[in-house]
């Protein structure tokens, strides 16, 4: 069955063997076919961070690691999901899907999307779901997005639900706010779903407006390094929440929506209202974060991508001195980057653990890896990750 509203798989859409390992767990588990198969990518977030949910602006691009899940429709309003991380498969129906927190764990994040499509009046089919995913879990790269949004995609298709596409980033942000528990904000579902290759998605948080924004790291003779720091990350805990809840006081305080409305030139008067140095330093990482999301646009606008470095690092920066959501991993991989010669660097997500970004030569990129590596060694630190990636297409069915 094929959904008026899923958006068709580019040519060379990234799977690979992730597609054929759902394939694989599909049959195996379910002794049929499956009906087809849905993939998301993960995200990395160039610059714009814990400004989402302050309604103000991200810069985003959709990954090549995928989530792909293999499905099929079955007659009853019954929900059935295996993953290749957790052999047992898990069940439940409509009175667990209409009750967050019913289905714990992994499972959440598929129930969490049968329950927003539910609450949102959609006709949901029944299915059996089989996941893969090469998008690693807890780095800070969106595996939880990826995986809502695959099943979202599957659902839509498999119930030929009337849902256009530019509602589906919300739905599956209801999925992990309202039944995970999670408090992120639109970016993550809007990247993951709406990505397009070569660009980075700029997205005003508000109004939900998306603009495709070209960056052709191939043409610049640039790549962008991601560093897996190791250290565990973790969305729902109360770290992220505590921050978001002083963001929202502040808005209050100084009498706005959201601090995306408090103009840069007059920051320094709006500090000045504010009760304590840390709700200071959180506003004013939000308020200069936002406007250097819009300076690394401007560039990128211009075809000037190397410039962007010092926008990165002065993120990095703001992430460490002022919103404290670094971590010595963390540092010490964008510290030694930037000394092996990285245009720019930063920590991309949430915080606490997940990700860093570096903008390099391409001719650099297996150099500034080994530093890092070896920045970790030094430390004492378990060994990073590390990997060269270039912005992927959004969600999609595959052929």
């Known amino acids: ?25 599909f049959r195996q588990r379910y002794g049929a076919e499956p009906a087809g198969r849905w993939a998301a990518p993960g995200r990395v977030n160039l610059i714009g961070e814990h400004t989402d949910y302050n309604d103000g602006f991200v810069l985003p691009f959709a990954l090549p690691m995928r989530t792909v899940v293999a499905a099929a429709p079955r007659d009853e309003p019954r929900w059935t999901v295996w993953s290749e991380l957790d052999d047992e498969p898990v069940e439940f129906g409509p009175a667990e899907a209409d009750e967050p927190g019913r289905v714990p764990g992994w499972a959440a994040y598929v129930a969490g999307v049968v329950w927003a499509l539910r609450a949102a009046g959609q006709p949901v089919p029944g299915a059996r779901l089989a996941v893969a995913s090469d998008v690693p879990v807890g780095s800070g790269l969106s595996s939880s997005a990826a995986i809502e949004s695959a099943v979202l995609a599957a659902l839509v298709d498999l119930g030929d639900l009337d849902l256009p596409a530019e509602r589906w980033p919300r739905l599956a942000q209801r999925a992990e706010n309202g039944y995970v528990g999670a408090p992120t904000g639109i970016m993550d579902q809007s990247a993951v779903i709406r990505g397009r290759a070569g660009h980075a998605l700029f997205l005003d948080c508000r109004t939900e407006q998306v603009d495709q924004i070209p960056f052709d790291l191939d043409a610049a003779g640039l790549a962008v390094l991601v560093v897996d720091s190791r250290a565990p990350h973790r969305h729902a805990d109360g770290e992220y929440a505590s921050r978001r809840r002083s963001c929202e006081e502040a808005a209050r305080i100084l009498g706005v929506p959201a601090l995306r409305d408090i103009d840069p030139a007059g920051l320094d008067a709006a500090l000045a209202k504010l009760p304590d140095d840390e709700t200071r330093r959180r506003v004013r990482h939000v308020v200069t974060e936002d406007q250097r999301v819009l300076d690394t646009v401007a560039l990128l606008r211009a075809n000037r991508v190397r410039e962007i470095g010092p926008l990165l690092t002065a993120s990095h920066a703001s992430m460490r001195d002022d919103f404290e959501i670094t971590v010595p991993e963390i540092d010490t991989a964008v510290e030694a980057a930037l000394a092996a010669g990285a245009h720019g660097a930063r920590m991309t997500g949430g915080g606490f653990g997940g990700c ?20 970790y060694a030094e430390r004492g630190f378990a060994a990073p990750a590390t990997r060269t990636v270039r912005p992927a297409g959004g969600a999609s069915r595959l052929a």
Request: a negative charge; aromatic letters at 0%.
């Open 1 to 25: 069955m094929t959904g008026p509203t899923a958006p068709a798989a580019p040519p060379a859409a990234p799977a690979g063997d992730v597609a054929a390992r759902a394939t694989a767990g």
């Open 356 to 375: 860093v970004l570096a903008l390099v030569d391409a001719s650099a990129a297996d150099a500034v890896a080994a530093a890092v590596t070896a920045a």
